[in-house]
Every structure is written in structure tokens, then in C-alpha cells.
């Protein structure tokens, strides 16, 4: 699969534990996004990644999260202290033009 | 701030239909749109894009798409939708540093 690649599929936490997402995007792009999608709804620009430079985290929607590209290849995204409410699906896209986008990984926060 | 408005939440068809979801985009500058499907079951794949150019863009299974500056539209159009467009569709718009700005959607549901 050539595809944008996503770990794990799905994850079930308690409140208040720390959780971390893994991305492996298409071998040739340099764009990497994050985005997060609740249900009923499109999905939430969270932050942007040009190899490993993160260049737009303001859109993060706490200081719990986090985003790492540390060789400009695949990401992770960390929630820190999980609560309920991020209960989401979190989606990756790589882009070179236009994004392309994972599976996506369902968090289910108890 | 950038928006993107679908105005259409839920949408049923019979086979054979003619389609068209209406997209309405509030955004700073050059704009890029985007039309994206979710099948039941599936992740986002992109349907079609317009960056410039031509304004009446086509895009996989069918589908097109016409950007009309004036209006600040993007509707999807396919003249005759099968079972199997039974999805949900994202409009989007924007892109590089800012990330992508996406509507609520229009699930779509195509009666055999």
C-alpha cells in the first residue's frame, strides 16, 4: 500500500492518560497534516508540518497537543491527560498538491 | 475567517438522478477547492480540485465540479448517480500552511 499510513487504527484509553498517533505519509510529500473529525461533522485543520518543520500549530486545540516530525518523514500526534472530549477521529494527509488522507485513528476516551 | 457552507445535510435520490451539491466558500486571496467522498466504511478520498484554470473541473466516477468566482461557489454535479455514490461529500477549501477548511458535509443517499 502506497497510501498514507496511520497507527493504530483504533484506541481505547482512560481519562487521563497520554496517547500517541503515528503517520506514515506517501514516500514523496513533504506536506503532512493533522486533523481531527467528531461525528456529523468535516474535519478540524489542527496543524501542518513542510518536512520537518512545523510550520502552523496554533490551530492545536490545547497545550495537551502535541505534533512531532522529527526526520521529515512520518509524524506522531500526542494527547496528553486525555479527556472525553477528545474523543475523535484523528486524521493524517499528505499533500503534494493536493491532500490525501489516511485511515484515520478512532479514539474512544472511557 | 475562512468558511465553508454545504447547504444541502441530507440528500435522497433515486438511481438515475441528476445530482448537484451546492458549496459556498468565504476565503482571503487565491482560493484552492476541493471535493471530497467518504464511502460507509472508508477514509476521505479526493474526488476533484481546482487550483486555476478552467473553471468546470472533472474528477474521478463521473463527477465535476464548476468554480464560479462571482458566486463563491463550487457545486458538484453528476448527471446520473448509481448506488454506489451513496456517501458522504466534503467541500473544502484552502490549503498549504493553513491547512484545508472543510464543510459539514452532505450524506447522500441514492435509492435503487
Known amino acids: 500500500d502506497t497510501g498514507v499510513s496511520q497507527n493504530p487504527r483504533h484506541k481505547i484509553t482512560k481519562r487521563g492518560q497520554n496517547v500517541t498517533f503515528r503517520c506514515d505519509p506517501i514516500s514523496e510529500h513533504n506536506r503532512l497534516y493533522w486533523y481531527r473529525q467528531t461525528l456529523g461533522q468535516g474535519p478540524e485543520f489542527l496543524t501542518y508540518f513542510q518536512n520537518e518543520a512545523q510550520l502552523e500549530k496554533s490551530r492545536l486545540l490545547s497545550d495537551r497537543f502535541s505534533a512531532e516530525r522529527p526526520k521529515g518523514s512520518f509524524s506522531t500526534l500526542e494527547i496528553q491527560r486525555t479527556e472525553q472530549g477528545d474523543s475523535a477521529m484523528y486524521l493524517c494527509?499528505?499533500?503534494?498538491?493536493?491532500?490525501?488522507f489516511g485511515e484515520g485513528s478512532r479514539l474512544t476516551v472511557l | 475567517a475562512q468558511s465553508v457552507s454545504q447547504h444541502n445535510h441530507h440528500v435522497i435520490l433515486s438511481e438515475a438522478a441528476s445530482l448537484e451539491l451546492g458549496c459556498n466558500y468565504s476565503y482571503g486571496g487565491t482560493v484552492n477547492l476541493f471535493w471530497y467522498v467518504q464511502y460507509p466504511g472508508q477514509h476521505l478520498q479526493l474526488l476533484l480540485k481546482?487550483?486555476?484554470?478552467?473553471?468546470l473541473v472533472k474528477g474521478i466516477k463521473g463527477f465535476e465540479a464548476e468554480f464560479i468566482k462571482s458566486k463563491f461557489s463550487f457545486n458538484l454535479r453528476k448527471p446520473s448517480v448509481q448506488w454506489s455514490d451513496t456517501a458522504e461529500y466534503f467541500c473544502?477549501?484552502?490549503?498549504?500552511?493553513?491547512?484545508?477548511?472543510f464543510g459539514k458535509g452532505t450524506h447522500l443517499i441514492i435509492q435503487p
Open positions: 481546482y487550483f486555476s484554470g478552467d473553471p
Open positions: 473544502a477549501a484552502g490549503g498549504g500552511a493553513d491547512g484545508l477548511t
Open positions: 494527509a499528505s499533500s503534494y498538491p493536493a491532500p490525501f
